[in-house]
């Protein structure tokens, strides 16, 4: 089972990582309270990236890490609603602090992955 660990990474400019070695998500503990759980979920979506998958094609690897991350964040919030039609993306997009293009695309196509299944 993957282990969270906390650092202080007040001067480090790192928010969090993934070592697949120990199985461990470190995540930076100066962070607020959304951030870290932004940062766990994108960091638990490197689990079964290779160094290889990640030397040859980063931007992938982090498109997918990120999708991860927002499939756990928008399943969280689903969990909390009597009424999946009253989701609204760009509050969620708001709370989460989501800005690009990507993750617009992201959280419409998870939600409506995860409102046919819910």
Same mark, same amino acid.
């Given at each position: #089972? ?78 909390? #609603? ?23 695309? #992201? ?12």
């Amino acid at each position: #089972m993957t282990q969270i660990a906390y650092f202080d990474g007040r001067d480090t400019g790192v928010n969090g990582v993934y070592n697949k070695p120990f199985d461990t998500v470190f995540v930076n503990s100066y962070l607020d309270d959304i951030d870290k759980k932004k940062v766990t979920y994108h960091e638990l979506g490197h689990k079964h990236h290779t160094k290889a998958d990640y030397e040859f094609n980063r931007e992938r690897c982090e498109l997918q890490a990120d999708r991860n991350m927002i499939h756990h964040l928008l399943k969280e919030e689903l969990d909390l #609603m009597d009424d999946h039609k009253e989701f609204n993306y760009v509050s969620f997009m708001e709370k989460y602090r989501l800005k690009t293009i990507a993750d617009e695309t #992201m959280v419409k196509e998870e939600f409506n992955n995860l409102a046919n299944i819910i």
